[in-house]
C-alpha cells in the first residue's frame, strides 16, 4: 500500500521514526481510520513537543473529506541545527 512505501521512505530519509493517520470514507460508505506506525514514534509527554513534526492534510472526494495526518520523530543533529538540544533516552 502507499502508506508503508512512504513510511520506509520517511524512515530511509534519516527520521527515526514515522505515523500516518488516514480517516474518512476510504472504500464504504462508513468513515474507518487507519494507522500506519514505522520505526520510533513517541505519543504523550513533553517530548512529543520537542521530537515529533505533524501535518494535516484534507482531501474533498465526491463521497466526504479524507483527512492524512503525518507525524515525524525527528533526530538529534550534533550541531543542533536539524533537531532538538536534548536526546531522546
Known amino acids: 500500500m502507499v502508506c508503508h512505501s512512504v513510511l520506509n521512505f520517511v524512515v530511509e530519509s534519516g ?5 500516518v493517520i488516514v480517516s474518512g470514507k476510504l472504500c464504504v460508505q462508513h ?11 513517541i505519543s504523550f509527554g513533553q517530548p512529543v513537543k520537542d521530537y515529533i513534526d505533524s501535518a494535516v492534510r484534507y482531501i474533498l472526494p465526491k463521497r466526504g473529506v479524507l483527512s492524512i495526518k503525518f507525524k515525524v ?3 538529534l ?4 541545527q536539524a533537531g532538538p538540544h536534548n536526546a531522546i533516552v
Open 31 to 41: 468513515a474507518k481510520s487507519i494507522k500506519f506506525k514505522g520505526e520510533y514514534l
Open 73 to 75: 520523530t525527528t533526530q
Open 77 to 80: 543533529c550534533s550541531e543542533g
Open 15 to 19: 527520521a527515526k521514526g514515522c505515523g
